[in-house]
């Protein structure tokens, strides 16, 4: 089977005030700590979803598309040349590949955990690829990852005993990542 990872990188930052992609965590970029999650987790090709700018990046199919218009982009991409996608934001820099491992490992069609739509690992099928462009295109305005995530049939399971999800979003998200 195969197995790409897409990482979401596209956000404007705001509450951030800085491209979150260039931020440190252990002596490489949070970019670096995703795609090497990924890589870790199996993944054989990496996309970075809102970044035209680096190798294997695609730009936004529309201007403020959101997260879920960028995950479209990458399935696009992709196609029917994987048959899996492992799908993490940039700024959830403790994810671990043994984490991603455990929503690849799931036989239904997705998974993501409880209440949160990141991480998520997704098998492809043209089913699944026309059902996420449609929730993405039909939309009035652009819908939540949560919205597609339940479009193409995701399931979500339960969170694993001590494992922690945190999006850091914020100069103080930082800090409290740092004084761990």
Known sequence: MSLAGIVLCG???????????????EGRTWLEVAADALTAAGADRILYSGRPDLPGGLADPAVDSGPAGGVVAA???VGAEVDQVLCVPVDMPELSPDTLRRLAAYKGIGACFEGQPLPFALRLSPAVLAAAHECVTTAARPPSLRALLRQVGCVELPI???????????PQDVAALRAK
């Open 11 to 25: 956000g404007k930052s705001r509450r951030m005030g800085v491209d979150k992609a260039g931020l440190m965590f």
């Open 75 to 77: 399935l696009t991409q």
């Open 160 to 170: 694993p005993t001590g494992l922690t999800l945190r999006n850091l979003n914020t």
